[in-house]
Every structure is written in structure tokens, then in C-alpha cells.
């Protein structure tokens, strides 16, 4: 069940940071590594942050991205102690290139209670960023699929996409 709200919620970087940290108190976050490895406390209650990625489908499979976020939390978990000591646990669902699929999927991260979600890809997320925007869950990414995800206020990318490669061909068509 989505619970409906009638604000809009615009988050910024330190919302998401803050969010994924739990407190705003520059851990590495903000570029302070442990000297040493330090594992997280798995007696404390889990920090759960969703992935949704689109894999088994004749459109396109991403397994890859899902092994490697895998790979990235629990790298946090070993050696840089969690999220505030709290460990990082993924809440996987797997899409198939449907609309349907998206929005199922955004709909288990919301009953979960994820702090945030991360995408491998999900070509289908105009039917799952509704129900993330509605539930102020921010989504943090590597590409985003398609217009919707381009454009949503919670969506937070470290690639333009395609659009974004255009605009760095054209300046370096211009200069050279």
C-alpha cells in the first residue's frame, strides 16, 4: 500500500547523503576513510537499501550490476564499518522490462522501509518512480534509462546518459 501525499519532495545531495548516513556528521561520506579495516557491528539492526535491476529478459540482462553493488556493500561492511557501525543489506528485486514489473518492485522497496534505492538498470522505471516519489525514497545511480528517471527530483545520476555524452562530444567537436 502507498500512502499518498500532496507535498512535493525535492531532495538535495546532503538529503540523500544525510539519509543513507543516518546522521549528517561527515563519515566517508564525505571522504574520511578508516585508517584500518573496520567491519560493521552485525548485531546492530541493518541499514536496508534497495536495488532494483532488470535482469532474464530478452531486452536485456544486467546480472553484473547487481554482483557488483553486492560487492559494493559489502566492501562497506568489511572495511569501512558500515553505515554508522550499521551494516548495509540490499533489498533485491529483479525486473523484466515491464511497467508492471517496475512498479511492483518499487512497491516491495516501500513495505521494506529502504532508506534509498540504487538501479542497476530499470527501463521500465516510469512505473516505479510514482510510488519512490510519492514515498520519498531518493534513488542513487550510475545511468539513468530513460526520460522519467532523468528528470525526477528524488533521482540523483553519476552519468548524463546519452543526452549527457552529447553535450561532451559536441564541446569536444567544437575545441578540436
Known amino acids: 500500500t502507498v500512502a499518498p501525499t500532496t507535498t512535493t519532495f525535492t531532495p538535495d545531495l546532503e538529503t540523500v547523503v544525510g539519509r543513507l548516513s543516518l546522521d549528517w556528521d561527515g563519515n566517508w561520506f564525505m571522504g574520511q576513510l578508516p ?3 573496520v567491519k560493521a ?5 541493518p541499514v536496508l537499501v534497495g536495488l532494483i535491476n532488470m535482469e532474464n529478459s530478452p531486452a536485456g540482462s544486467f546480472p553484473e550490476a547487481r554482483v557488483a553493488i553486492q560487492a559494493a556493500a559489502d566492501w562497506v561492511n568489511s572495511e569501512l564499518g558500515g553505515i554508522n557501525g550499521r551494516p548495509i543489506e540490499l533489498v533485491t528485486c529483479i525486473t ?5 514489473k517496475s512498479q511492483s518492485c518499487a512497491q516491495e522497496m516501500v513495505m521494506a522501509g529502504v ?3 540504487t538501479t542497476g538498470i530499470d527501463v521500465g522505471s516510469n512505473g516505479s518512480l510514482p510510488i519512490l516519489e510519492q514515498n520519498r525514497i531518493p534513488i542513487v545511480g550510475g ?3 530513460n526520460m522519467v528517471e532523468m528528470k525526477s527530483p528524488i533521482a540523483f545520476y553519476f552519468s548524463g546518459a546519452t543526452p549527457g555524452g552529447y553535450g561532451g562530444f559536441i564541446g569536444h567537436a567544437i575545441e578540436y
Open 35 to 37: 585508517v584500518e579495516a
Open 41 to 45: 557491528d552485525f548485531d546492530l539492526d
Open 96 to 100: 523484466d522490462f515491464s511497467i508492471e
Open 115 to 117: 532508506v534509498a534505492i
Open 143 to 145: 545511468i539513468p534509462a
